[in-house]
């Protein structure tokens, strides 16, 4: 899974030493010519607001400052209670379809982008599509495959989050010349995966984790063993000690310190993983477009743009000036629109043959995203030369 896909969205895998030799050995030569890869994604602000999770934060530190855990229990007059409730609607609003919507769509602009991507990504352009539109119609036809499709993809969507800024803080050690070796990779994947295994393993063994309903459809709860939920809390506390003792060895060692920009990353997603209750709730509508989707599209745009070619003179750190040129607007287009015609048309058209919208967008997002999924972790490869270069340009 995640060392041979060192994934944007991703589970990686634990061949890949090749791919990652060759970026440290251009990242030697880098080195002694004096030019190093610029150091951000986008550029400080925009990196720090929606790829570190800042936006995120932002809106949460927000929305609880004005409500705080109960919003039953809010102070305010009701007019400056209703002015901020539809602020923060309008953002996750907003957000949902600029960021989060779109994001799942950016996937397919890299498989079906050009003849020679529809041809190496074959598999995910002409027969992964038909398994989920066939799980789709299962989970449209019947309530309970719909609840089952509707389950995994609670615990499946973490392990997606955890894959993906796991391969961004990679690329941000890349970028600010932090190598790792074998075994501090290895671990470094692994306490993320430890991670992924708690939430996980939290939701099938504990109720409480573990929603009745999504969205007014009704979801299993398989009620595993609880010794696989202890085992998972000996895994994390083990993994976090280990990573930590890499990481101070190699201070120890090289006088080198983790980057922050990929601290920060995996940081928000440890938050998100282990927040509970109404910190949950909230980290849910705020993060999947501020932080996830935002992130995901912040990757994907600049691999487009940077494909395509910079003009002339043009330096990787003014890449945010072509985010507002005809080519990434035409590009932003495209993945909104399809965004909104995938999880707001085709639900209120469902409507007509009497499903519920809430029915078609819950199965619609888990069928789309189970090929997100699985696509993502094969189409960004830093084993890839061509990939490999754009990404740590």
Known sequence: MVSTTIPISGSGSNSG??????????????????????????????????????????????????????????????????????????????????????????TYMRIYATPESRKTFKLYAYYLPWCSLALWTLALCFREAAGMVIYIHLMWVFQHYVGQCYGIALIYCYKQNYFMSKFERETFRWWMHSLSYFVIIRILTQRDFSPYFYYGVEVPFWGLPIWLYKLGEVFLTTMC???????LRKYHREKKFIPLPALAVVGTVWLIGLSTGMASAMVWVYGPPFFHGSQYLAVSLGYYIKEKGLPEGMIPKEIFVNWFKPRAIKYWAYVIMAGMFIYVFLPHFLMYFGLSFALGASTIQACINFHHFVSDAAIWRLRDPKCRDVLIA
């Open 17 to 106: 030493s090749d791919g990652i030799a060759k970026i440290e050995a251009t990242a030697q030569v880098t080195d002694s010519a004096k030019v190093k890869p610029y150091a951000w994604i986008v550029n400080p602000w925009f990196d720090t607001l929606f790829v570190f999770g800042g936006a995120l934060w932002l809106l949460f530190g927000f929305h609880y400052f004005v409500f705080g855990w109960n919003p039953s229990d809010m102070q305010l007059p009701w007019r400056g209670a209703y002015a901020v409730s539809t602020f923060l609607l309008i953002m996750s609003t907003f957000g949902q379809h600029l960021f989060a919507d779109s994001h799942t769509v950016s």
């Open 241 to 247: 000690i280990l990573f930590a003792a890499c990481l």
